[in-house]
């Protein structure tokens, strides 16, 4: 068939098979209404696959299965479903789990998605393929989600993926390449016509009732009127996806009466397995033989075990065109034949004319088995469906409640919140009420309403018999994120006033509440042992633990770091991969200030790719905010700029901060100390960024000789920093103590010997625990500073050149500058660092670092790929790439060419 008006389209198409025949991934989304030609190009892109060879893989999605968890992703796998079994164990027991051929449960959604990915490139060893999907904004959430995530992870697989889907929101797919088919002009729509041999007296009408739809054309064309009936009205016309659909209509009723039942019975069941379909015949007294009406008019295809409507539309068509009472008839026949308890469900339910507690029951097993797989969000609908047939309120406000549970845990918290507040405004009883409330919570928390979200659960806490005492965490945890003191101390005496709660970890949980009270009322001093005490022996991958994590930002370094690398570790092995850019995060921010700027910003690659693979695009701007650092430090503005998100919630506040510290350097000290009071006033006062910042506050102010303005966060500050004990706190706490008795400018006073005596006692201790050099070089600067203008100058430059090298190390220009130009007022006459040699590992892009590492350990690939959550075919194209890099040929040359540079000599 001839395609007019599609050759950009066609274009792409070749090149997406021919990338993915040379071994470059790539997916591709058409968009547009229904007739607009999406159909006609993935036909096209299947034949040609199959003339160069590719295997093809295909789906269709189905409006009435979007509830059945995975439904679409069994119907594109099954032919290639043998081979799972060469997965890594964990990815081959989520997909089992996922298409129901396996009993593992609860599998990490994104889990599946990685599954699918490996399971794809195995199937491409020996051919390509290709997977089309077509109807995409039907196909069921969990299934969409585990294309998606496999999709935006192609490297070097010879695969290809082809999505066609109407509109602009019904399938998601952020981060792939779209194409938005558009309506013929009317040269195409006049050779389209052509082609069919419409007769000149008509092709005028058929153009306009078609309106470039090129379905329309060819419908409206081949039958030689313009639509069914009469044009519409001026102003007023009817889409022409409808109208083609009505003309589907008119042939669908115009096949004899045991044709269109026979239709009818394929298009309510989406399998179209013949088996099935036979047997719901002969329920109804109808057989195979009567399709044959409808495959000589080319509305249907029998290939193999399956039936195949031409286009999506022509299904819709049998469908709707059959009375109600029919619909349930064959709805009927199909539940009683079906050998799946899921499919079964769902005919049931469409069955169903008004509630019916039985089917309710039933489609409630349903959302639980999708649950189990991993469906959360396909539970969450079935669930709605379930509570909408079920008669009595009680149990329908059971599952409301399910399905407020299962979107929460899908991911969508604002569905999570309605079907919250529709089940709580259905129900008097207060236990249910509290339940409810705390799911509605997390909305209001997501959405930067931290008070209204503390302040929501500490109202109902008291009614919950089983999660009161969860509740009141929650609500710590808002009120610590939402600068609320008060509503911080409520949920602490109400923990306490329920007395010890069971269990170990329990109880841990409650004192780490009483932690964050003390912490937000500067009492460090038993706020943090509390908060520690949590994260150190909760279990490894447990709610508790990733609580605790939540709320240790503010914990010493050397006790943070064991904890998240043993998460991360934890999330890798099990596959656990919703997780990851939250603990990516953590283990970035602790590389950042540890001066690790390479490896901070490797992970957070890492975590903002996983993020854009798993739909948390708020990750990518908090993962953005905090790299920030790395150029303001450099003193690069623009790119300080362009990766800030403004905001003032804790993630917002990196943010800031950076914009703090890049005008720090830039000597605009004024901005500084109006960007961290504003933020400071702010929701997110407590975060761990604004306290960290307080050094640049404080010089900031002693610059422009205004040091009360930052006397407040310096002794909160220095309160921090004797309770955590670790030295490079304490070291900044004495800086801040220098520069604040000096005057009110670093010079001035600078002689005094109090602070001589802080800034030497904050040097020995940078020294004496090496860490946080940017801290460590700042305060080497301005002792180096100090004593110049003590006319101490010789030792000035010792202090002044420990300065310089670090600023060079971290690559930290305007610090640099600085320090340059003291050594040389300090009578130095080449104020340069001394060479470092360079690593060979700067060479290298931050997924082929990741890759080389793990390779030089001796992991194999097949291992790397699923710690990496890769292929193992990615995984051996980068290190081809990266052997020529460092300069060698094998693994077994990784480990020297991986050893850091000797240090230059003096």
């Known amino acids: 068939m001839t395609l007019y008006g599609r050759q950009k389209e066609l274009a792409a198409l070749d090149a997406l098979l021919g990338a993915a025949a040379d071994g470059r991934g790539q997916s591709l989304v058409l968009r547009g209404e229904a007739g607009i030609g999406k159909s006609s190009l993935l036909a096209y892109a299947e034949g040609e696959a199959r003339r160069r060879g590719f295997t093809v893989l295909r789906a269709v999605g189905w409006e009435a299965e979007r509830g059945l968890a995975f439904a679409a992703l069994h119907q594109l796998l099954r032919p290639v479903l043998d081979r799972a079994g060469t997965l890594p164990r964990p990815q081959a027991d989520a997909l089992a789990a996922a298409v129901g051929t396996g009993a593992a449960e609860g599998p990490d959604r994104f889990l599946v998605g990685l599954a699918v990915l490996s399971l794809l490139a195995e199937a491409a060893d020996g051919v390509p393929v290709l997977c089309l999907v077509d109807d995409a904004q039907w196909i069921d959430e969990p299934s969409a989600d585990a294309l998606l995530f496999a999709a935006r992870r192609l490297g070097v697989e010879r695969v290809a993926l082809l999505f066609a889907a109407r509109g602009d929101t019904g399938f998601p797919a952020a981060g792939l390449p779209q194409s938005a088919l558009s309506r013929l002009g009317r040269e195409d729509a006049l050779a389209l016509l052509a082609g069919l041999d419409v007769p000149a007296a008509v092709r005028e009408r058929v153009l306009r009732e078609s309106l470039g739809n090129p379905l329309a054309l060819r419908e409206f064309g081949a039958s030689g009127v313009a639509a069914a009936g009469r044009p519409q009205a001026a102003g007023q016309p009817l889409p022409a996806a409808d109208r083609v659909l009505a003309a589907y209509r008119g042939r669908v009723l115009a096949l004899p009466e045991r044709t269109r039942l026979m239709l009818l019975i394929a298009a309510a069941d989406s399998r179209g397995t013949l088996r099935y379909l036979v047997a719901a015949a002969e329920r109804l007294d109808v057989e195979l033989a009567d399709l044959a009406a409808a495959e000589q008019q080319g509305l249907i295809a029998v290939v193999g075990e399956f039936v195949e409507f031409r286009h999506p539309l022509i299904r819709t068509a049998a469908y709707t065109a059959a009375p109600l009472a029919l619909r349930v008839a064959v709805h009927e026949a199909l539940a009683i034949g079906s050998g799946d308890p899921d499919c079964r469900a769902r005919h049931l339910a469409s069955a169903a004319t008004g509630p019916d507690e039985e089917v309710a029951a039933e489609l409630a097993d349903c959302a639980k088995r999708a649950l189990a797989r991993g469906g959360p969000a396909a539970a969450a609908e079935t669930y709605v469906e379930a509570a909408r047939l079920t008669p009595d309120a009680d149990p329908r406000v059971r599952r409301l409640t399910a399905a407020a549970w299962a979107a929460q845990q899908a991911g969508h918290a604002e569905q999570a919140a309605a079907l919250a507040e529709e089940a709580y405004e259905q129900t008097a009883d207060a236990d249910r009420r509290a339940e409810l409330a705390y799911v509605r919570s997390f909305w209001l928390f997501e959405k930067d309403a931290a008070p209204e979200a503390g302040a929501l659960l500490l109202s109902h806490a008291a009614d919950s018999r089983a999660y009161g005492r969860e509740m009141l965490r929650a609500a710590a945890t808002y009120a610590w994120f939402g600068g609320d003191v008060a509503a911080l101390h409520r949920a602490a005496d109400l923990l306490e006033e329920c007395g010890d709660a069971p269990g170990a970890d329990a109880r841990r949980a409650d004192r780490a509440v009483r932690g964050l009270a003390h912490m937000a009322a500067d009492d460090f001093a038993r706020g943090l042992p509390l908060v520690a005490d949590l994260l150190d022996e909760a279990a490894v991958g447990s709610p508790t633990r990733l609580q605790a994590i939540s709320s240790a930002s503010l914990l010493p370094d050397d006790v943070q770091l064991p904890v998240i690398t043993e998460e991360i570790d934890f999330a890798r092995g099990d596959g656990i991969i919703g997780r990851l850019p939250y603990l990516l995060h953590v283990l970035a921010r602790q590389q950042l200030y540890a001066g690790d700027h390479r490896e901070a910003a490797r992970t957070v690659t890492e975590a903002a790719a996983i993020a854009r693979d798993t739909g948390l695009p708020v990750r990518i701007g908090r993962l953005h905010n905090l790299l920030a650092r790395i150029p303001a430090i450099e003193g690069d503005e623009e790119r300080v700029r362009t990766l800030v998100t403004p905001g003032m919630n804790a993630g917002g506040n990196y943010g800031v901060t950076a914009l703090a510290l890049l005008d720090l350097g830039r000597g605009r000290y004024e901005d500084v100390l109006k960007r961290l009071a504003e933020a400071r006033a702010g929701a997110a006062r407590y975060s761990a960024a604004l306290l960290f910042a307080t050094a640049d506050e404080v ?87 100090h004593l110049r203008r003590e006319r101490r100058r010789a030792e000035a430059r010792t202090h002044l050149r420990t300065a310089l090298r670090l600023f060079d190390g971290l690559a930290a220009a305007p610090w640099s500058d600085r320090a340059r130009a003291e050594l040389r007022a300090a009578g130095e006459a080449q104020a340069t660092a001394r060479a470092t040699a360079p690593d060979p590992a700067d060479r290298l892009t931050p997924q082929e670092l990741q890759v080389v590492r793990l390779a030089a350990e001796g992991t194999s690939s097949r291992e790397i790929a699923a710690r990496l959550f890769l292929s193992p075919r990615t995984v051996e194209y980068h290190l081809y790439k990266a052997y020529p890099k460092l300069g060698v040929t094998s693994r077994r040359e990784l480990p020297a060419a991986l050893a850091p540079p000797a240090s230059p000599g003096p």
Do not use: K
């Open 699 to 785: 010089e900031a102010a002693v610059r422009l000789g205004a040091r009360e303005r930052a006397l407040p966060p310096a002794r909160r500050f220095a309160a921090w920093a004797a309770a955590s004990g670790q030295p490079w706190a304490r070291a900044v706490a004495l800086r801040n103590e220098a520069l604040l008795a000096s005057g009110t400018d670093a010079g001035e006073g600078a002689g005094t010997a109090e602070a001589g005596a802080a800034y030497a006692e904050a040097v020995r201790l940078h020294a004496q625990a090496p860490g946080r050099p940017f801290e460590r070089a700042r305060t080497e600067l301005l002792f180096g500073e």
